[in-house]
């Protein structure tokens, strides 16, 4: 990768979080911290408003929004690749913003790459057989209530055919055994829960915010099913 490409990169990379070390870039773009450092300042010195606090690292000012980046030929089409499993693998209403995002990208890349984009989306096909995937239409709001930390009322069936209605908090959703769960907090069993997100039958944002603190991590859920 040349410097260019790099400054890009890192760039990107400082927009899609809010903070990172010089470690974190470093280990990502397999540079040393010296170098990140000379990056970070020429990037400074080009007039991106980077901001740096201890113990959090690096981040750009809020605000700060970097003009549209054309796309290589190999990232539109993974984003392609990506685009038709979300098809089989998500609902109704998160194919809708995910066919608008592709579009968007479609749109913002040349001729050439363009007909190139078209020819591989009618090239790629995801099949699943018949009754193996059942999908809820509640992902886009979870991933709302995620992101937000607003307390969900929902109905459930369980296993055993039996309906219940629970307040939980969400902290997640993981795709396991070919369909999605919800990992959450739930106030009726004081403890976390594994949701499968197709046996919610009902569900409502009670547009209130977490009262329980200090959640455990998604990634460390996963880690104890791993244990089991």
């Known amino acids: 990768m040349n410097r260019i490409d790099r400054l890009i990169a890192i760039l990107t990379t400082l927009q899609s979080k809010r903070n990172i070390t010089a470690k974190f870039i470093a280990d990502k ?3 040393s911290e010296r170098t990140v450092y000379r990056d970070l300042k020429a990037l ?15 981040s750009i000012l809020q605000g700060f929004f970097l003009p549209p980046i054309s796309l ?19 609902d109704k209403t998160t ?10 990208i479609t749109a913002s890349l040349r001729t ?28 886009t709001e979870l991933q709302n ?12 069936t369980n296993n055993k055919e039996v309906k219940s209605i629970r307040e939980i908090e969400p902290i997640g959703l993981t795709f396991y055994s070919n369909q999605w769960h919800l ?24 547009m209130k915010t977490f009262i329980k603190s200090n959640h455990l991590d998604i990634n460390d859920y996963i880690k104890l099913l791993e244990q089991k």
């Not at 400074?44 to 690096?58: A, R, S, T």
């Not at 290589?72 to 998500?90: D, V, W």
């Not at 990992?183 to 009670?206: G, H, P, S, T």
């Open 29 to 31: 773009y397999e540079i």
């Open 44 to 58: 400074g010195e080009i007039g991106v408003p980077i901001n740096f606090e201890n113990d959090k690292g690096y």
């Open 72 to 90: 290589t030929n190999e990232e539109a089409n993974s984003l392609i690749l990506i685009s038709k499993l979300s098809e089989k693998f998500t």
């Open 95 to 104: 194919k809708v913003h995910i066919e608008n995002a592709i579009a968007k």
């Open 112 to 139: 050439d790459k363009k007909e190139k984009a078209s020819f591989l989306q009618s090239q790629i096909k995801v099949y699943i057989p018949p009754n193996t995937l059942e999908v809820s239409g509640y992902l």
């Open 145 to 156: 209530a995620i992101v937000t930390k607003q307390i969900l009322q929902i109905t459930y």
């Open 183 to 206: 990992i959450a907090w739930c106030w009726e069993r004081e403890a976390y829960r594994d949701f499968k997100v197709k046996k919610i039958n009902q569900m409502k944002n009670l």
